[in-house]
């Protein structure tokens, strides 16, 4: 059956304890602004995932539950149709959140004090839970050139040297937009083998490949399973992530047993139930309603970067390869990071990420959330071109 999918008529979420809308007016001051900041999409999930919830509702009790098969079988069936990689059901751990999984590797993986590395700027919670576990953060910020980035590899090998025990990866990367190449998760993943360093992958964002950009996991490089964690979810791809559902993809033996044992010490043992349903169906069901939600993403990119490119020159989007999240470049106007908060705030309504909150390189920077209807999508590049005009317009008097 062909189906046809609407992302363009507007959904109103206010009222829906939504963050990125009834929270807007906290998070910005300012209940009139255009909210294109926290991550999530405004598109309605597939049909079929509220059918299983719908279905499993049908049923008065909610009781203790564990994962069945198609839960598992259900991953194993997409990682290998959408992505070419083979997975194990013994390698796949139920969790409820791809940040929680990620501070329970540190946990379980490293010691009080061990460095752990991350690649600025990038999802600021990384950071966050690295010093709330009492880790030392390490720093290999990201190369920004020609409108896109790159790994500074000899860099990162010289931190490599200077006992970095773990390292957090952002597989898409978000904010930048980078999708890594199979080449260049090949050699992160070789220079983690050499230098005995755990690579935990945050490859949330995986499914959202755009413009021919294919994303590669870091389990897809054998040699490096024993150091290797892949953490996944359903929550970007198909707008689940208030059902709080993910999975840990560990093949070593030893790490998923050590990572596990950390997991029940804290007595975080299955998500919900609902949500383990919901997860089943959307990778089982959910590949066309995807592919058209990476093509209205895709018209939406292009919407930005050519209106920019003609009405707005001064704000310059990087490169976008995947995710739903654009990184806008403002440094032509010469504002720091609070004052051009404030100014895209208050003057143009517009609230987006500030780049500051990514840490070393976002200054300058914005993230815009291009997740949401059209409609919303010119309003908000309306009042870019209206701030462009208005900048020139006092430099040139």
């Not at 509220?50 to 564990?66: D, K, M, N, V």
């Not at 004090?113 to 950071?127: A, E, H, M, T």
């Amino acid at each position: 059956m062909e189906h046809t999918y609407d992302f363009d008529t507007p959904i109103d979420r206010t009222g829906t304890c939504c963050i990125k809308w009834d929270r807007r007016k906290g998070k910005f001051q300012d209940d009139q602004v255009l909210p294109m900041w926290i991550a999530d999409t405004d598109f309605a999930c597939p049909q079929e995932v509220t059918e299983a919830i719908t279905r499993r509702c049908a049923h008065p009790i909610f009781g203790y539950s564990f994962p069945r098969d198609q839960y598992f079988t259900s991953i194993i069936d997409w990682f290998a149709s959408r992505h070419g990689l083979s997975l194990k059901k013994e390698w796949i751990r139920p969790s409820c959140g791809v940040v929680t999984s990620i501070s329970y590797c540190i946990q379980a993986l490293t010691s009080p004090g061990d460095k752990v590395l991350i690649q600025p700027p990038v999802y600021d919670p990384f950071q966050a839970v690295i010093a709330g576990a009492g880790r030392r953060v390490v720093e290999n910020p990201l190369i920004h050139t020609d409108n896109t980035y790159t790994m500074d590899f000899d860099h990162l090998e010289q931190a490599f040297q200077e006992g970095v025990r773990m390292m957090i990866l952002c597989n898409p990367h978000n904010p930048v937009g980078r999708v890594w190449s199979r080449e260049e998760i090949t050699r992160l993943v070789s220079l983690c083998v050499q230098y005995q360093v755990y690579l935990v992958s945050d490859e949330i964002h995986c499914d959202i490949e755009l413009f021919g950009n294919h994303y590669t996991s870091v389990l897809a490089v054998p040699e490096g399973h024993p150091y290797t964690i892949s953490c996944i979810a359903p929550g970007k791809t198909f707008n689940v992530s208030g059902l709080a559902i993910s999975s840990l993809l560990v093949p070593d033996q030893d790490l998923n047993d050590r990572i596990g044992s950390q997991l029940r010490s804290a007595w975080l043992i299955n998500p919900s139930v609902l949500a383990l349903e919901a997860s089943a169906a959307a990778y089982t069901h959910g590949s066309p309603w995807l592919d058209a939600q990476l093509a209205y993403l895709e018209d939406n990119a292009r919407l930005v970067a050519s209106r920019l490119a003609a009405e707005a020159p001064s704000i310059v989007p990087a490169k976008l390869e995947g995710t739903f999240l654009m990184w806008l470049d403002f440094s032509a106007f010469g504002l720091t990071g609070a004052r051009l908060q404030e100014e895209l705030i208050h003057t143009w309504h517009l609230g987006f990420n500030d780049g500051p909150h990514f840490g070393t390189g976002g200054e300058g920077f914005m993230r815009m959330n291009i997740g949401c209807n059209r409609s919303l999508i010119n309003q908000a590049v309306d009042n870019l071109v209206k701030m462009h005009l208005a900048r020139n317009s006092s430099r040139s008097i």
